[in-house]
């Protein structure tokens, strides 16, 4: 077995322990492998494994490795064999800021945004969207600790945005945050699962290799790691 595949199963285990303290179901949680700075090289062996859920954090970035990755782990065309068709799709997801301009390029290479935070970029997914006629679920990011530098919508402005992607049409399975660092992330955590339930959503992506556990006992539907699968990023 190869290193990152072991680390798959150790992050697995982790997780379904968590969820099994919570009385969760492991299955209700989806593991995003955020392969950003990874090479081909280093995606294929959990590819290998099965696995078939990845996060991406720039535009570019995804759209010089998916294309090609997608092809290879899932050509239907006759040619597979009966155990590769039932394997899953591939399934990537963007999870760092997006540009307006970008904005196409996303939807047709993406599966789900998980940074929808403003209502410029509502409007641009929007028109992507209907132009490419291909519709993704786009998570509402939130700047959960007020923090200035960082991506994600004002608290108080959820609703608005969430009012704003329904007259466009955008599904939004849930939010997302990224809480600040170097403080416990668990209060953050709550207020999003709060916030998430007041206004009647049921998808939460939080929690990234340092605390997904604790991301986990608190509800989260998608979390985002990275370092606990690949190592530490160069
Ligand atoms: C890089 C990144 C992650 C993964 O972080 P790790 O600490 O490597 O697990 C999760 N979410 C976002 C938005 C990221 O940019």
């Given at each position: 077995m190869n290193k990152s595949q072991e680390k798959l199963i150790f992050v697995q285990d982790k997780m379904a322990k968590a969820a099994k303290l919570a009385r969760?179901?492991?299955?209700d949680i989806n593991l995003i492998a955020i392969s950003k700075t990874r090479v081909a090289d280093e995606i294929r062996p959990l590819l290998d494994a099965g696995h078939r859920l990845f996060g991406e954090n720039r535009v570019q970035e995804a759209e010089e490795k998916w294309p090609a990755l997608r092809e290879e782990y899932c050509s239907f065309d006759g040619q597979a064999s009966e155990e590769q068709a039932d394997v899953e799709p591939v399934k990537v997801h963007l999870v760092g800021q997006l540009q307006s301009n970008k904005a196409e390029d996303a939807v047709r290479l993406f599966d789900a945004i998980h940074s929808l935070d403003r209502p410029s970029l509502v409007k641009a997914l929007a028109k992507a969207m209907d132009k490419l006629d291909r519709r993704i679920p786009c998570f509402i990011q939130v700047n959960i600790g007020e923090e200035p530098q960082k991506g994600g919508c004002e608290i108080t402005d959820v609703p608005k945005l969430i009012e704003a992607t329904r007259l466009a049409d955008i599904e939004v399975p849930g939010l997302m945050c990224i809480p600040p660092s170097q403080v416990h992330p668990a209060p953050y955590f709550a207020l999003l699962a709060k916030l998430a339930k007041d206004n009647e959503l049921t998808g939460l992506s939080m929690g990234m290799s340092g605390d997904f556990e604790t991301a986990v006992k608190l509800g989260a539907t998608h979390i985002r790691v990275g370092t606990a699968l690949f190592g530490e990023r160069g």
């Open positions: 969760r179901k492991a299955e």
